[in-house]
Nanobody, 114 residues
Framework: QVQLVESGGGTVQPGGSLRLSCVAH????????LDWYRQAPGKQRELVAT???????DYADFAKGRFAISRDNAKNTVYLQMNNLKPEDTAVYYC????????WGQGTQVTVSS
C-alpha cells in the first residue's frame, strides 16, 4: 500500500510562488510515474505536470514556463515549484503515483488572491 502526503499549500498574492511537496510512504517510488493534478471548485480534476522515472517532464499548457516538477528519489518526494501564480491557479492540488495502480494524496489547498 502506498500513502502520499502533500504539503506546502497556502494563500499567496498574484505573482507569488509556492513549492508543493509530496512524500510517498511505501511503493516503488524511483520507478513510478509521478503527477500533480489540481481541482478548482466546480471543475474537473486536471493534470498539471508529470515526471517519469527517467526524469523527463511534461506540463499542461497553463503550467509551461511557470511551474516545475521535480523528484528526489532518495527522499521519496516529488515537488511542484509554482511561480508567477495567478488567481485562476486557485485549486486543491493532488499528487498521484502510478506503478501498476494509481495512488492519490489527500490534497493541499492553494489560494491565489490579493
Amino acid at each position: 500500500q502506498v500513502q502520499l502526503v502533500e504539503s506546502g499549500g497556502g494563500t499567496v498574492q498574484p505573482g507569488g510562488s509556492l513549492r508543493l511537496s509530496c512524500v510517498a510512504h511505501g511503493g516503488n517510488f524511483s520507478i513510478s510515474v509521478l503527477d500533480w493534478y489540481r481541482q478548482a471548485p466546480g471543475k474537473q480534476r486536471e493534470l498539471v505536470a508529470t515526471i517519469v522515472p527517467s526524469g523527463i517532464t511534461d506540463y499542461a499548457d497553463f503550467a509551461k514556463g511557470r511551474f516545475a516538477i521535480s523528484r528526489d528519489n532518495a527522499k521519496n518526494t516529488v515537488y511542484l515549484q509554482m511561480n508567477n501564480l495567478k488567481p485562476e491557479d486557485t485549486a486543491v492540488y493532488y499528487c498521484n503515483l502510478y506503478y501498476f495502480a494509481s495512488y492519490w494524496g489527500q490534497g493541499t489547498q492553494v489560494t491565489v488572491s490579493s
